[in-house]
């Protein structure tokens, strides 16, 4: 079986910063593309940013320039660096991970979630 947990969220000013990690754990033989997401209160989750196997990003507009997303592939981790942080940044933030297993299958797999709230 293969899990991802969140780890670093918490209760930060704006402008402040925070940095989230995901490790995923089980039996894995390769992790392709790696993602954070979030979902504010009442709203649906939408996809923050992305980093392939081999270090391309991509990010949401509204966190370009604030965010940086990276991995280390051999602990299996993704991070995501928050600086200049708003209150509409907000959220519950998952991780989102395409994993091959030890047995070769492919499962798309979502961490359970981390609390990000900024105050103002």
């Known amino acids: 079986q293969v899990q991802l947990v969140e780890s670093g969220g918490g209760l930060v000013q704006a402008g402040g910063s925070l940095r989230l990690s995901c490790a995923a754990s089980?039996?894995?033989?390769?992790?392709?593309?790696m993602a954070w997401y979030r979902q504010a209160p009442g709203k649906q989750r939408e996809w923050v940013a992305t980093i392939t196997n081999g270090g391309s990003t991509n990010y949401e507009d509204s966190v370009k320039g604030r965010f940086t997303i990276s991995r280390d592939n051999a602990k299996n981790t993704v991070y995501l660096q928050m600086n200049s942080l708003k209150p509409e940044d907000s959220a519950v933030y998952h991780c989102?991970?395409?994993?091959?297993?030890?047995?070769?299958?492919?499962?798309?797999?979502w961490g359970p979630g981390t609390l990000v709230t900024v105050s103002s």
């Open positions: 989102n991970a395409v994993v091959r297993t030890t047995a070769r299958v492919y499962v798309h797999l």
């Open positions: 089980g039996s894995i033989f390769s992790i392709d593309d």
